[in-house]
């Protein structure tokens, strides 16, 4: 069976910044399972593994832009000056680290201040940075089947149970 989207596929890997860090390495956390096509893998390292098989081996290398993108293309966003302390010097291109909305923390570059709001881009670590990657797979099968919609179910004419 080949990967395609929908496939629960088992892999070991090893993702590094190119040329340095390891960035995630299943020598040390054990393979991988993801859904193939589900959002959990950089897109561009699913689409690089499309087609494999059990057994099949891959190695090369993500552009920054195709993996966390490069500096110039990173969100923005505006917060209000008052989440900031009164007395905090904020300049452009200053950065400061944050929490996201998922209480991961994120470093922000400070793009425009005003007396109302911060504009700032949310800068990935990895922005900027190609990614090498290699990937063994291990193993590939069908994913579950979709679990099916509900539908509500109107109770009506009901009775009280008196008898207990």
Known sequence: MKVSAGHLVRIDCELRVAGGEVIESSAKTGPIEYKHGGGQMLAALES??????????KSGTIPAAEAFGTEANQPKMSIPR???PAAATIEIGSRFEAKGPQGTPVTLEVLKVTS??????????LAGK????????????KGPPPVPKSTAVEI???EPDLDG
């Open 48 to 57: 690089r593994l499309a087609g494999l098989s059990a057994g099949d081996e």
């Open 130 to 141: 190609d990614i090498e990657f290699k990937i063994k797979i291990l193993g590939v099968r």
């Open 116 to 125: 109302e709001a911060v504009s700032a881009k949310v800068v990935h670590p």
């Open 82 to 84: 008052t989440s900031f």
């Open 156 to 158: 009506t004419d009901l």
